[in-house]
């Protein structure tokens, strides 16, 4: 089956703790993303890469590191120096950066708490 | 100015209305727009998606544009409880390679 994948599906933290949420697209996708959701809000951009070995901050990036070694994965880690981790991790993916018709597809989505 | 802007929820319909949402947005030169439904818990599934001024309707859904007011909307016929979610509006301006931009989202209730 083709198509984008995250895991775990939930994730509890302990405050001062690093975590690494999973996305993987066999897609064949160049781009990939990284978004915030958090309850009643819509999404933020936290990280994005159109190219291997190739990211760029989006708007809320302080906290979070990203690596882009395979095209075929994205992993985001959640530092000890994001303040309020808890929300829904959401990973996309689109074909061709740039290109108008340009699509971005989802993954199922990681819940992560801080306990 | 936030980017992106959706008329705020939540909205009710009765099965078999016409739902009606509406976004808009700052950049002027945005040239790609994106309606995504969101059932609660889960992740955006995308619906429509629109790239020139006028209509476009998939089966019941039907996306408008108009570029010069800076306006796009999702009209759903025939709604359907099944059409309960939260739908997103998501943009693409024409600076900025791949990334969107998304309303906060507008939730839809269709009830029997």
């Known amino acids: 089956d083709g198509g984008i994948t995250q895991s775990p599906k939930y994730l509890f933290r302990k405050e001062g703790q690093n975590v690494t949420l999973s996305c993987e697209q066999n897609?064949?996708?160049?781009?990939m993303y990284w978004y915030r959701q958090d309850p009643g809000q819509g999404l933020r951009l936290i990280y994005y890469s159109q190219i291997v070995n190739d990211f760029q901050k989006g708007d809320i990036a302080e906290g979070y590191s990203v690596s882009r070694e395979k095209k075929e994965s994205f992993p985001l880690t959640v530092t000890s120096a994001q303040k309020n981790p808890t929300a829904f991790y959401l990973c996309a993916s689109s074909i061709l950066a740039g290109d108008p018709t340009d699509t971005q597809y989802f993954g199922p989505g990681t819940r992560l708490t801080v306990l | 100015q936030k980017e992106v802007e959706q008329n705020s929820g939540p909205l009710s319909v009765p099965e078999g209305a016409i739902a009606s949402l509406n976004c808009t947005y700052s950049d002027r030169g945005s040239q790609s727009f994106f309606w995504y439904r969101q059932y609660s818990g889960k992740s955006p599934e995308l619906i429509m998606s629109?790239?020139?001024?006028g209509d476009k309707e998939d089966g019941r859904f039907t996306a408008q544009l108009n570029k010069a007011s800076q306006y796009v909307s999702l009209l759903i016929r025939d709604s359907q409880p099944s059409d309960s979610a939260t739908y997103l509006c998501a943009v693409r301006r024409g600076s900025t390679l791949g990334r969107l931009y998304f309303g906060r989202g507008t939730q839809l209730t269709v009830w029997p």
């Open positions: 629109i790239y020139s001024n």
């Open positions: 897609l064949n996708h160049d781009a």
